[in-house]
């Protein structure tokens, strides 16, 4: 293999993700890229998948992803001259109750936004679309004129051929089988010679986790034993196909849970049944070394409900003989989202592995995966995907429960208020006992379980009762309730799992004033710093404490410990140490009118009369805390950060010394509530890489007078121009539900804008929508609509200042 001695990227796994990378890499203008297969392309999930290409997705970024791979197979063939079944058939997606019908109207909105247009039928419309299917006890069904399904070796193959047309290479039966990092460069072990990279990929599929221990890297999946049956010719569906020249759209009964697709005059029928089961997840059951073109034995049983399910629903299917039973691996991470990007803790590596739906992702995962390392970023926020969404502690056990508990829920609704069992208490915080004593229902950040809400006497708290998209469910009066003491006394959340980071070394505040858009808080005050990348887009946001000239803590999201470490590690100047204390460490929201009141009760020796954005030193219960003047939910307030070990004391005391003075626990419902009221933004929700720091309104967070920062000439660039479209406030004459995330603003029949979040407003009595608005309607007291669920809601723009104290008057109390 001398002649493929080097490249500048080798891609470890040649199904159709890994060519995918391999071919849009090249188009990028990475030629030099080399894939290593160890059997023949496609000899992994590639070459048993049923080749299904759906556009549907509850997810935005997933549906960008999606919707792309469609488009590009579309002229994939005829791009590189290679001869490809792709079959652009449609499909009706059934739904048997008023919940599923507002998912596909939802959905529905988000694929116009991306200029698809999805139809939500009625029952009586079903069958012109699917002329076999019974419809007696359906509610509607969602057809998307998109849909269809590819021969899954032919598309590998067809990209493959791109590649090579490109200058890409790639080597068949080559394993790698060890990995070593010189500190410049990657040296891969193969049984053909040694290849030296610049860069890796872990395409590795269904073996990425055997691939990821090469890197040092644990990779957070498992494997699946997924079937789907092949059924011969029926007379009468090669009648009708042939009469109308088409093959019948692909039928999803989501509620059902399976597929049914027309291959050739026949049936392929693909059920994700409930219970399941895993592979290679038991120590009797280890991975084969090699498993390539291999299936595992047929397993019918299981499938027997689903079988007769679909029979009854297209009772052609009953005329049918079963020619062939697919019983092969997929595999599943804990949220049955693939992994696409930078390895965490591992230099110069990625991944593009772990997927669930390959096929139709692996175009826009190809995409996604060369704009992340020719770029540095994605054209779409792809955090749904990126490998730092699981921070490490996602053990076996929990991996395999998940992907049990996904693939048994794979076309189940996401509810907003719903929480999945499974995997659950992983991480406690230091009071769960306390809080859940006092009724807290919970729900996981990061692992770590936090309290949604408090349940009252009364209160159901089953999980079915979460499965619902209204507003008003059996949390709603709790919520208010604990709004309203916080607002007129004093509430106490319990925030286990901040990622915490301290910055020090000579040179600490000079370095890190570059990598913000605004000025340094000065020692013994703390403030929000944004962190733009090179386009002026909104990376992340951190809360800094300094602490003394060149000591400054670092704070932010749960679940951006590893991308917010990761971002500033890779940017770090020689000299610096950036610690990571998030295991060490909790915190507490104490606030309301009486938050004062309550910590002199509670016997701190703190002085309460430093303002705003202040932090100190104290002791509360005999214990250490840092006490920081800054309330996330827009009542004076501190955050109270103490070791876990002296946790409990603190809440102890805190809640001993407030309980007579009106203090109540609080979950993150109803901080969810009081937030969106002051406008206050969330990571991976209203702060992401889709806008730009000006874009997201934080024009207060840039300070021009400075030379440089990261991302200012994007941001100077930008600001000459003028911005499109800008962060605004709706408030929305809503029924009774909420607007989920990305629904769409209209005015005068065109879409202007997307909500970014939207939540009932307690203090207000209002829904709040907070999201992009095209500027020339930003302005106060205009009317638009909003999307909820297909229906569109007149709303109102609201002043560039918050709902509840306005002028942030309580906060500085």
């Not at 595992?296 to 629903?313: C, G, Q, S, T």
């Not at 005068?748 to 979040?757: I, K, M, N, P, R």
Request: charged content about 25%.
């Amino acid at each position: 293999m001398a002649e493929f001695a080097s490249a500048w990227v080798v891609i470890i796994g040649g199904g159709a993700v890994g060519v995918s990378s391999l071919y849009h890499l090249a188009k990028a203008g990475w030629t030099d890229c080399l894939l290593l297969e160890k059997n023949e392309l496609t000899a992994g999930s590639t070459w048993h998948a049923a080749g299904n290409v759906p556009t549907f997705s509850s997810s935005w970024s997933i549906m960008n992803m999606q919707r792309y791979s469609a488009g590009l197979y579309r002229g994939l063939g005829e791009a590189v001259n290679y001869p490809m079944n792709y079959h652009v058939t449609g499909s009706v997606r059934l739904g048997h109750s008023d919940e599923r019908l507002l998912e596909f109207k939802r959905v529905a909105g988000m694929g116009r936004y991306q200029g698809m247009d999805l139809e939500v039928l009625p029952p009586s419309e079903i069958r012109s679309r699917y002329p076999f299917v019974e419809t007696h006890d359906l509610t509607g069904a969602l057809y998307d004129p998109y849909d269809g399904d590819i021969d899954p070796a032919q598309l590998t193959q067809a990209l493959a051929t791109g590649a090579r047309q490109m200058g890409a290479r790639i080597e068949r039966f080559c394993p790698v089988t060890a990995a070593r990092w010189t500190g410049a460069e990657w040296i891969l072990s193969t049984p053909k010679g040694e290849v030296r990279a610049e860069y890796v990929v872990n395409a590795g599929g269904y073996y990425a986790a055997e691939v990821g221990a090469l890197f040092g890297r644990r990779v957070p999946m498992m494997v699946m034993s997924h079937q789907y049956m092949l059924f011969d010719t029926i007379p009468e569906l090669e009648s009708w196909s042939k009469s109308e020249g088409k093959k019948l759209p692909l039928l999803r009964d989501v509620d059902s849970s399976y597929y049914l697709r027309q291959e050739k005059m026949g049936f392929n029928l693909g059920p994700y049944e409930n219970p399941c089961r895993a592979h290679w997840a038991t120590p009797d059951d280890p991975m084969p070394e090699d498993f390539s073109f291999q299936l595992f034995p047929d397993d019918l049983d299981r499938l027997e409900w689903y079988i007769n399910d679909a029979m009854a629903r297209v009772p052609l299917l009953a005329e049918a003989n079963l020619t062939r039973v697919i019983n092969g691996p997929i595999p599943y991470t804990p949220d049955g989202n693939p992994l696409i990007g930078p390895m965490p803790g591992v230099p110069n590596a990625f991944e593009a592995c772990v997927f669930t739906f390959g096929i139709c992702q692996a175009g826009g995962a190809g995409k996604v995966l060369a704009e992340w390392m020719t770029e540095g970023a994605t054209e779409w926020d792809m955090w749904s995907c990126d490998p730092r969404r699981f921070t490490g502690w996602e053990d076996h056990d929990y991996c395999v429960k998940k992907g049990l508990e996904v693939y048994g829920h794979e076309y189940a609704m996401h509810f907003p208020h719903h929480a999945w069992p499974e995997g659950r208490m992983k991480r406690l915080s230091a009071v769960h006992d306390r809080t859940a004593a006092l009724g807290a229902q919970f729900g996981p950040y990061n692992g770590y379980e936090r309290a949604l809400w408090y349940a009252r006497p009364g209160d159901d708290t089953s999980e079915e009762a979460q499965r619902t998209w209204r507003r008003e469910g059996p949390w709603f009066g709790a919520v208010k309730a604990e709004c309203a003491a916080v607002r007129d006394a004093c509430g106490m959340l319990d925030l286990p799992g901040f990622s915490r980071f301290r910055l020090t070394g000579a040179g600490a505040a000079e370095w890190l004033s570059a990598q913000i858009t605004g000025k340094l808080p000065s020692v013994g005050r703390l403030g929000l710093a944004y962190f733009a990348d090179d386009k002026g887009r909104i990376v992340t946001e951190m809360s800094v404490a300094r602490i003394a000239e060149d000591k400054i803590l670092l704070i932010t999201a749960a679940t951006a410990q590893l991308h917010d470490r990761g971002w500033l590690e890779r940017h770090l100047a020689p000299g610096l140490s950036l610690t990571d204390e998030s295991a060490d460490w909790s915190c507490q929201i104490l606030t309301g009118p009486k938050a004062r009141e309550v910590l002199l009760a509670a016997g701190t020796e703190a002085d309460l009369t430093k303002g705003w954005l202040t932090h100190q030193s104290a002791r509360i219960g005999g214990r250490e805390v840092r006490l920081m003047r800054v309330s996330f939910a827009g009542e004076l307030g501190w955050e109270l950060h103490s070791r876990l070990t002296d946790t409990p004391a603190v809440w102890d005391a805190v809640m001993a010394a407030g309980t007579p003075l009106g203090l109540k626990p609080f979950g993150m419902f109803a901080l969810n509530s009081l937030r969106v009221e002051k406008g206050y933004r969330t990571w991976k929700g209203d702060l992401s890489t889709d806008y730009t720091v000006l874009q997201g309104g934080l024009d207060r967070f840039v300070d021009w007078t400075r030379p440089a920062f990261r991302g200012k000439a994007a941001l100077e660039a930008e600001k000459q121009r003028g911005v499109t479209k800008r962060f605004a406030t709706l408030v929305i004459e809503a029924a009774e539900h909420d607007p989920p995330y990305m629904s769409t603003i209209w005015h005068d029949g065109q879409v202007v804008g997307e909500l970014t979040s939207g939540y009932w407003g307690h203090r207000v009595d209002a829904c709040i929508g907070l999201g992009m608005l095209k500027v020339e309607l930003n302005q106060p007291g205009q009317r638009v609509e909003v999307e909820i669920f297909g229906q569109r809601y007149p709303a109102k723009v609201m002043a560039d200042e918050p709902l509840w104290d306005a002028k942030n008057e309580r906060i500085r109390m």
